[in-house]
């Protein structure tokens, strides 16, 4: 009975926080972190770029890059549900570009696809960019 009870706890306090979530979050933020398909870290990456932002989260992107095109992307961070949507979001939007189009990517660019982020979250976007900035820069030097 009690495993029941605390079950039931926990399905309310899960549901509160979906609905608080909803308030403040675009349903694009929401699918992005709550599914991200390009969370994890590539085998034998042809670049990667790790950087610790000033809010404390970490991100890490690696990428293969085939005949000058980014054919697969995959970040990693311990940051929010904030950094895991732009995370999520940057590295499906490279997918296909050259480093060099992937780089003109923008902060504002990753909160448009995001349909907004709350004002306190537009750094995760700007950790996200920054991130795969160093990481076409690591892979420059390595040409």
């Excluded at 709350?118 to 996200?128: D, I, N, Q, T």
Aim: aromatic share 4%; net charge positive.
């Amino acid at each position: 009975m009690a495993e029941d009870s605390l079950e039931n706890m926990v399905k309310k306090i899960q549901k509160k926080i979906e609905l608080d979530e909803e308030k403040i979050y675009s349903k694009v933020v929401i699918r992005e972190y709550r599914n991200p398909i390009n969370f994890g870290v590539l085998e034998h990456p042809d670049a990667v770029g790790v950087i610790k932002g000033p809010c404390g989260d970490t991100m890490k992107i690696t990428l293969k890059i085939e005949n000058g095109i980014i054919s697969d992307a995959r970040f990693w961070t311990d940051g929010c549900g904030g950094s895991i949507a732009c995370g999520n979001m940057l590295t499906k939007i490279i997918k296909g570009k050259t480093p060099f189009e992937a780089i003109d990517i923008t902060q504002k660019d990753l909160i448009n696809k995001l349909d907004g982020l709350p004002k306190e979250h537009s750094h995760c976007a700007l950790l996200a960019v920054k991130t795969l900035h160093k990481t076409v820069e690591q892979y420059q030097k390595r040409k």
